[in-house]
Structures are given as C-alpha cells and as structure tokens.
C-alpha cells in the first residue's frame, strides 16, 4: 500500500511539472536544470555514466530517447523499487543504460528486446562498457512475438518501437504489470490508438510528459 500511495504521488509530481513547464520562463529554466551535467554519486554510476556521456557525443544513438527522458526513465524506475524492467525497443542501450542506473540500487534487472542485430550487438558493447552486462537479457527478434514468453511480474514496462505495435505490446503484457506498477510509452504523439486505450481503461491512470520525445507514463492501479 505504501509503495502505491508513493507512486501516486510520484505521478501526481509529474502531472504538476508538465503543467509548469508550460509557463514561459519558469519552464526554460527547469528544462535547462533538466539538460544539466550528469553528476555521479558512486563508481559504478561513474562508469554507466561516462558510456553515456561517450554514446551522446560520439553519435551512436540511433532511435534513442533524449537525455532528459533518460533521467526521468531512471527516477522513476528507482521511485518504484522496480526489479524487473521489460524493455521493448533496446535500440543501442542508451534508455537500456539509464534504467541499469537505478536497477543497480533495487537489485533488480532488465529484459529489453531488439529486432535489430546490428543495434543489438552496439547495445551489448555499452552494456559491457558500463559494467552492467549482468543485469541485462538482451532478446534479438520480434518482440511481437517473444514478449509470449515472458512469465515473471513486471514493475516497469517501457514501450519505444513501431508505433503501430503499441497497443499489441500493451495487451500482451499488461496482465504481467503487477498493481503500483508503470507503463511508459515514448513518443506517444505518434500512437494515437494506445494513448486512447490506456487513457480509456478504468484500471490505468495516465499523465503525459510533454517535453523532450513525449512520454506516457500510466500507473497500473488494480
């Protein structure tokens, strides 16, 4: 109960910064905050950061989420003590990276699915590079098709692939999304029929975080 209460309130944050963003000055001050110097707190994020920073300036980010969206992706995994996030859409493992950040604080780990090898095998070598290899299943293939065999509980689901594919993605994996648990879907500008499902159904609560590449963020209630 406690941890349910936390993510709404956490959801009630992120519901009040889209807000604020949205008032002139105030919101080219906090996006600037928000795209500020990534400050290690430990080694080991020292080291997932500098495959970051390393990946940012070299260009090898094909498909992947902004920095900013990368920073909240981790809070709010770490916000819900995630211990299994499934990830749809590993591209280079730039987002893959930044939920290692906070899975390396709850104990938890990652299963991220990408359709293409080249990608997959740049995301294994950041994977390395970072130290965080042991966290990360990485499944090469449709993840129309391999989600089916997921069976352990889900905390954090992030959906960043087809955009047609969303809502295929959504029903098949929701029922594993256990209660207090998140749905993140990027760029969902462009996937009119998931935002009308999951703004829809009585079991989700949706806010939309309108900056950097656009995320849903839906909290499972029930």
């Known amino acids: ?4 209460v936390g993510v709404a309130l956490l959801l009630a944050s992120v519901a009040w910064l889209v807000y604020a963003q949205r008032r002139g000055p105030w919101r080219r001050a906090t996006f600037g905050e928000t795209e500020s110097r990534l400050l290690a707190k430990d080694e080991a ?9 390393d990946a940012e300036s070299s260009g090898r980010l094909f498909s992947n989420v902004p920095r900013a969206d990368g920073r909240l992706l981790r809070l709010l995994a770490e916000a819900v003590g995630a211990r299994h996030v499934v990830e749809i859409g590993t591209s280079t493992g730039y987002s893959g990276l930044w939920f290692c950040l906070a899975l390396q604080k709850t104990g938890g780990k990652l299963t991220t699915f990408e359709i293409d090898s080249r990608r997959a095998a740049t995301a294994r070598e950041h994977f390395k590079q970072a130290g965080v290899e042991r966290l990360v299943t990485l499944v090469e293939g ?5 989600v089916s065999k997921l069976k352990e509980p889900i905390d954090v689901l992030f959906i960043d692939a087809d955009k047609e594919g969303y809502v295929d993605y959504l029903e098949k994996l929701l029922p594993l999304v256990r209660p207090g648990g998140l749905i993140l879907a990027h760029n969902v500008d462009m996937a009119a029929d998931y935002v009308q499902r999951v703004t ?3 079991e989700l609560e949706t806010v939309f975080y309108t900056q950097g590449g656009g995320l849903g963020i839906t909290l499972k209630k029930r």
């Open 1 to 4: 109960m406690k941890k349910f």
């Open 200 to 202: 829809r159904n009585p």
């Open 45 to 53: 994020e020292k080291r997932i950061l500098a495959v970051i920073e």
């Open 142 to 146: 449709d993840a129309h098709l391999n």
